[in-house]
């Protein structure tokens, strides 16, 4: 069975919102979006963790941006065929296998008291009010935080799961334990008897009960010994350590990111054997799973739980190499516009599967962080790529902390890019060069830049009537014509590209290169062209050779000539930069004005 989908309303910062959820599931999004308080709600519902104090509804708990007397929490089960399950919840499943459990939260209007409903049934129209959580014996959730307490969890699940272990032995490794039991008590019980011998212990041992009896007469009818307490097998295999063994050496396990990983590979391992023997489906729910990993091990570690865990799991998580890890349509991507937290696509889509299928679905081309990002500047290449990474820098642009990724589309297509940030809800800008291409087998030409950004506009679905309007008069001439171009084909491109950045699509007056010659910076790369050309190619033009080695030229340029840049700040080369910082920076007011 699987949870498929999870309907909120009214819920903390969830004023409506519709989440599907696949077998491997991972949230994403910016802090404080709430991906913490989807998984609260699926908890309150299914986690056997929290007492009936623990869901009692809170004042924080209601709708976060209205005021409001009630809150629901739905959760919608597929293929309910778990024999453990279908038994416990007789008459709440329906016949094609769907289960609902629903959570109502309640606040009298006048006198503020608090209180809850639960409802479970096959259909929203079956719902039938139920006075306990009486299906998660069978049908729950276990949730790992990511305030994770290393040392305290590792020592209780090592006792946990050696009970399990002990619990799944055959008759054979009993009868075998018990031989090897026997003779661990023999050796333990000469340790006991020895260690009073030590004469460092022995004379402690003399010290204390000769103080002792300065004490109390009382104190004279025994005395107090050292007692190594080993020949107790049993507490001996239970205060057993885990601990890290190199070259036949016992050393104590060190940094967080390798107790995080023995912490999740403890946990992993109970549930898988919890999970063969104990009759329930459980939901597994990890935060931020990628605590305190280098990249290689959080890549490593996604493709572990994937594999260790055969429930149904949900991760949330900050990182792009986990993320790099799921499929295109496993991820949910949290939004906040200003009208309450929504999941893009509604979750885990097919819609987002089809933007990833011109990727040959390998989502490592394109970078993961941009899943993470609040804008995202598309250029054509490497060469724009670093020149806008740079130009950021010199104009005291923060993208790391305006969330902005500036990515190129070389080798795959702006529209491809389009198509899955459109899917994920990503604001976007793109700037691309103004080329004149020749129509093949004719000696006619079209004006290509603009033509693509009008694909752009179109493929991300953008509606303006005025727009529209114009392309029905003009775009006929931007191809077909002869050169030189003719004035028809210039006006239909002054009239179209205004109105194109309205839309965030930008175009080069001819290309980067060219742009950045007829620039303010002209002087620097002048200067950079002669005094790192060889005698013999001082005849290249600067142009030429910088379209001719692109990006090599430009990571030369800007590693000696970067400070230039500054020069740019009022430049036209300069503006799709800006504008992406205007989104950010737009979004964030439009949220502080909400709040």
Same mark, same amino acid.
């Given at each position: 069975?699987?949870?498929?989908?999870?309907?909120?309303?009214?819920?903390?910062?969830?004023?409506?919102?519709?989440?599907?959820?696949?077998?491997?599931?991972?949230?994403?999004?910016?802090?404080?979006?709430g991906k913490t308080n989807l998984i609260w709600a699926l908890r309150l519902l299914l986690d056997k963790g929290l007492s009936e104090y623990d869901i009692e509804p809170r004042d924080s708990d209601f709708y976060a941006y209205?005021?409001?007397?009630?809150?629901?929490?739905?959760?919608?089960?597929?293929?309910?065929?778990?024999?453990?399950?279908?038994?416990?919840?007789?008459?709440?499943?329906?016949?094609?296998?769907?289960?609902?459990?629903?959570?109502?939260?309640?606040?009298?209007?006048?006198?503020?008291?608090?209180?809850?409903?639960?409802?479970?049934?096959?259909?929203?129209?079956?719902?039938?009010?139920?006075?306990?959580?009486?299906?998660?014996?069978?049908?729950?959730?276990?949730?790992?935080?990511?305030?994770?307490?290393?040392?305290?969890?590792?020592?209780?699940?090592?006792?946990?799961?050696?009970?399990?272990?002990?619990?799944?032995?055959?008759?054979?490794?009993?009868?075998?334990?018990?031989?090897?039991?026997?003779?661990?008590?023999?050796?333990?019980?000469?340790?006991?008897?020895?260690?009073?011998?030590?004469?460092?212990?022995?004379?402690?041992?003399?010290?204390?009960?000769?103080?002792?009896?300065?004490?109390?007469?009382?104190?004279?009818?025994?005395?107090?010994?050292?007692?190594?307490?080993?020949?107790?097998?049993?507490?001996?295999?239970?205060?057993?350590?885990?601990?890290?063994?190199?070259?036949?050496?016992?050393?104590?396990?060190?940094?967080?990111?390798?107790?995080?990983?023995?912490?999740?590979?403890?946990?992993?391992?109970?549930?898988?054997?919890?999970?063969?023997?104990?009759?329930?489906?459980?939901?597994?729910?990890?935060?931020?799973?990628?605590?305190?990993?280098?990249?290689?091990?959080?890549?490593?570690?996604?493709?572990?739980l994937s594999s260790s865990i055969h429930s149904q799991v949900i991760i949330t998580s900050h990182s792009p190499q986990i993320a790099s890890e799921y499929s295109p349509n496993s991820i949910v991507r949290l939004v906040d516009?200003?009208?309450?937290?929504?999941?893009?696509?509604?979750?885990?889509?097919?819609?987002?599967?089809?933007?990833?299928?011109?990727?040959?679905?390998?989502?490592?081309?394109? *970078?993961?962080? +941009?899943?993470? $990002?609040?804008? &995202? =500047?598309?250029? %054509?290449?490497?060469?724009?790529? /670093?020149?806008?990474?740079?130009?950021?820098?010199?104009?005291?642009?923060?993208?790391?902390?305006?969330?902005?990724?500036?990515?190129?589309?070389?080798?795959?297509?702006?529209?491809?890019?389009?198509?899955?940030?459109?899917?994920?809800?990503?604001?976007?800008?793109?700037?691309?060069?103004?080329?004149?291409?020749?129509?093949?087998?004719?000696?006619?030409?079209?004006?290509?830049?603009?033509?693509?950004?009008?694909?752009?506009?179109?493929?991300?679905?953008?509606?303006?009537?005025?727009?529209?309007?114009?392309?029905?008069?003009?775009?006929?001439?931007?191809?077909?014509?002869?050169?030189?171009? *003719?004035?028809? +084909?210039?006006? $239909?491109?002054? &009239? =179209?590209?205004? %109105?194109?950045?309205?839309?965030? /699509?930008?175009?080069?007056?001819?290309?980067?290169?060219?742009?950045?010659?007829?620039?303010?910076?002209?002087?620097?790369?002048?200067?950079?062209?002669?005094?790192?050309?060889?005698?013999?190619?001082?005849?290249?033009?600067?142009?030429?050779?910088?379209?001719?080695?692109?990006?090599?030229?430009?990571?030369?340029?800007?590693?000696?000539?970067?400070?230039?840049?500054?020069?740019?700040?009022?430049?036209?080369?300069?503006?799709?930069?800006?504008?992406?910082?205007?989104?950010?920076?737009?979004?964030?007011?439009?949220?502080?004005?909400?709040?």
């Amino acid at each position: 069975m699987i949870l498929s989908t999870v309907e909120l309303n009214g819920f903390r910062n969830f004023k409506s919102a519709f989440v599907n959820l696949k077998d491997k599931s991972l949230i994403i999004g910016a802090n404080d979006v709430g991906k913490t308080n989807l998984i609260w709600a699926l908890r309150l519902l299914l986690d056997k963790g929290l007492s009936e104090y623990d869901i009692e509804p809170r004042d924080s708990d209601f709708y976060a941006y209205e005021e409001t007397h009630n809150f629901k929490i739905k959760l919608r089960f597929e293929n309910v065929t778990d024999e453990c399950v279908v038994s416990k919840l007789k008459g709440v499943i329906s016949d094609d296998a769907k289960l609902i459990l629903m959570y109502e939260g309640i606040c009298d209007p006048v006198t503020k008291s608090k209180s809850y409903k639960l409802f479970a049934g096959p259909s929203d129209d079956g719902l039938e009010e139920i006075q306990e959580r009486y299906y998660r014996k069978v049908l729950n959730l276990r949730y790992i935080s990511c305030r994770r307490d290393f040392h305290t969890y590792i020592n209780k699940e090592k006792h946990n799961l050696l009970y399990l272990a002990k619990e799944n032995r055959t008759g054979e490794q009993v009868a075998a334990d018990d031989q090897l039991i026997g003779e661990i008590s023999t050796s333990l019980t000469t340790i006991d008897s020895k260690i009073p011998q030590l004469t460092f212990v022995a004379n402690a041992t003399d010290i204390i009960n000769a103080e002792l009896k300065k004490l109390s007469l009382h104190h004279s009818r025994q005395d107090i010994v050292f007692n190594a307490g080993t020949s107790d097998i049993d507490n001996f295999i239970d205060d057993v350590s885990i601990s890290s063994k190199k070259d036949g050496k016992s050393l104590l396990i060190g940094g967080d990111g390798r107790l995080n990983q023995v912490y999740l590979s403890l946990w992993a391992a109970r549930n898988e054997i919890s999970e063969a023997n104990i009759q329930e489906v459980s939901l597994i729910c990890i935060e931020e799973p990628e605590a305190h990993l280098h990249p290689h091990q959080q890549r490593k570690l996604s493709e572990y739980l994937s594999s260790s865990i055969h429930s149904q799991v949900i991760i949330t998580s900050h990182s792009p190499q986990i993320a790099s890890e799921y499929s295109p349509n496993s991820i949910v991507r949290l939004v906040d516009r200003g009208a309450g937290t929504y999941a893009a696509s509604n979750g885990c889509s097919e819609i987002i599967e089809k933007a990833f299928n011109d990727f040959g679905y390998r989502m490592s081309i394109i *970078p993961a962080e +941009a899943f993470f $990002a609040d804008a &995202v =500047l598309l250029v %054509e290449g490497p060469s724009e790529e /670093l020149f806008y990474k740079t130009l950021s820098r010199q104009l005291n642009i923060d993208t790391d902390r305006l969330n902005i990724s500036i990515l190129m589309v070389d080798g795959v297509g702006f529209k491809t890019f389009i198509k899955i940030l459109k899917s994920l809800e990503i604001k976007w800008v793109a700037r691309t060069d103004h080329d004149t291409f020749k129509i093949p087998q004719k000696e006619k030409y079209r004006y290509a830049g603009v033509q693509r950004l009008i694909s752009f506009y179109r493929a991300n679905g953008m509606a303006d009537n005025v727009l529209d309007d114009l392309l029905a008069t003009h775009e006929a001439n931007l191809s077909g014509f002869s050169l030189p171009a *003719p004035q028809s +084909a210039k006006d $239909a491109v002054n &009239v =179209l590209v205004p %109105e194109l950045i309205k839309h965030n /699509l930008y175009l080069s007056n001819i290309d980067l290169e060219d742009d950045l010659y007829n620039s303010p910076i002209k002087t620097a790369l002048d200067e950079f062209h002669c005094n790192n050309t060889d005698e013999d190619e001082k005849v290249v033009d600067v142009v030429g050779r910088m379209k001719k080695k692109k990006a090599v030229f430009m990571y030369e340029f800007l590693k000696q000539h970067k400070d230039s840049l500054k020069q740019l700040e009022n430049e036209q080369v300069a503006v799709p930069l800006k504008r992406c910082e205007e989104i950010v920076k737009g979004y964030h007011e439009a949220n502080r004005a909400t709040v």
